[in-house]
T-cell receptor, first 112, second 115 residues
Framework: GEDVEQSLFLSVREGDSSVINCTYTDSSSTYLYWYKQEPGAGLQLLTYIFSNMDMKQDQRLTVLLNKKDKHLSLRIADTQTGDSAIYFCAEISYYGNNRLAFGKGNQVVVIP | DTGVSQDPRHKITKRGQNVTFRCDPISEHNRLYWYRQTLGQGPEFLTYFQNEAQLEKSRLLSDRFSAERPKGSFSTLEIQRTEQGDSAMYLC?????????????FGNGTRLTVT
């Protein structure tokens, strides 16, 4: 079954790097996603990685996937105040029930 | 591309009343999903459609909940005889099913408060 775990809170100074971690249990996961949610808003897709990749870089974002440990991380370089939000990782398996399963999210607070 | 649109943004209703929410997906997307999010939690899957067919429903979707997607375009989610436990953000998402794994694009949600 699907079970996505995330740690809850991260405080970071503006300009520093942020690292958010996530673990998942479904070994058949096909894609893993990072979404951002600002207060009162829906979820904004940030980036995603296919399960046969180890790393993906997209501007300030770097996603690392350790498939053996079922561990996913998101690194945000040069964190800005606009990065303050809740970040959700999510996974989907196209061999399983074909639904996107989310963790509880990490709240990131950027201190100016 | 105007993104996924949900209406209304907020709904306050009294317990026992019926409510209906609407979702307009991205126009070329053939998959449409409904999720529910409560405070401090990640979104939980409720149901999804491929075109007009409802392919899967979660155990969370009690028989008071019904979703439709006539003509495979917009969708409605109706909650009958609302209960206080139904208070949540209801999120709609759409995607284009393809082998490449099209990501879900979410709307801004409808926040339901049942008093």
């Amino acid at each position: 079954g699907e079970d996505v775990e995330q740690s809850l809170f991260l405080s970071v100074r503006e300009g520093d790097s942020s690292v958010i971690n996530c673990t998942y249990t479904d070994s058949s996961s096909t894609y893993l996603y990072w979404y951002k949610q600002e207060p009162g808003a829906g979820l904004q897709l940030l980036t995603y990685i296919f399960s046969n990749m180890d790393m993906k870089q997209d501007q300030r974002l770097t996603v690392l996937l350790n498939k053996k440990d079922k561990h996913l991380s998101l690194r945000i370089a040069d964190t800005q105040t606009g990065d303050s939000a809740i970040y959700f990782c999510a996974e989907i398996s196209y061999y399983g029930n074909n639904r996107l399963a989310f963790g509880k999210g990490n709240q990131v607070v950027v201190i100016p | 591309d105007t993104g996924v649109s949900q209406d209304p943004r907020h709904k306050i209703t009294k317990r026992g009343q019926n409510v209906t929410f609407r979702c307009d997906p991205i126009s070329e997307h053939n998959r449409l999903y409904w999720y529910r999010q409560t405070l401090g939690q990640g979104p939980e899957f409720l149901t999804y459609f491929q075109n007009e067919a409802q392919l899967e429903k979660s155990r969370l979707l009690s028989d008071r909940f019904s979703a439709e997607r006539p003509k495979g375009s917009f969708s409605t989610l109706e909650i009958q005889r609302t209960e206080q436990g139904d208070s949540a953000m209801y999120l709609c998402a759409s995607s284009l099913e393809d082998r490449g794994g099209s990501p879900l694009h979410f709307g801004n949600g409808t926040r339901l408060t049942v008093t």
